[in-house]
């Protein structure tokens, strides 16, 4: 079965290409400089803008919904959170450790806040490395589908 997929705060789109290649359909979302729409595969449909919480339903319902290492990046991330749930079947999000330096992470103050929001509708899955060496973050996931 072909997804649909949104990769919400994609960075450079590796994982937007990842799906794409396998045959997905992908929104990837990101408004970085390390976004450059120019290098998405034909599967995928870049959106190198910022997307208020509202904006995110208008692009419809995605099978899998990826918010990974962005949400201490938006003081609105409980907006999001909600956006995202509603957006998909399947979120994985990974969250950032409180400990890690992240200095230009506009919520990253509010770290343990958006790990406890996220731990009460999600369940960790995995650790992954975080920015600083030695950092973990957890990788949860919401699945609706049950």
């Known amino acids: 079965k072909r ?7 994609c960075l450079d789109g590796y994982f937007a290409n990842r799906f794409a290649e396998l045959g997905d359909e992908v929104v990837a979302v990101d408004d970085s400089d390390m976004f450059d729409p120019s290098k998405m595969h034909k599967n995928v449909t870049p959106v190198a803008d910022h997307l208020e919480p509202s904006d995110i339903a208008e692009w419809g319902h995605f099978d899998v919904v990826l918010a990974l290492s962005v949400l201490h990046h938006l003081p609105a991330w409980r907006k999001y959170i909600t956006a ?5 079947d399947v979120i994985f999000i990974e969250t950032a450790n409180p400990e890690e330096t992240l200095p230009r992470a506009k919520a990253h103050a509010m770290s343990d806040r958006i790990i406890t929001a996220v731990s009460k509708v999600g369940t960790s899955i995995k650790q992954t490395p975080g920015y600083d060496a030695g950092s973990m973050r ?3 996931v919401i699945d609706k589908r049950k």
């Open 3 to 9: 997804l649909r997929v949104l990769d919400f705060g």
């Open 138 to 140: 957890d990788l949860w």
């Open 84 to 88: 995202l749930k509603k957006a998909g």
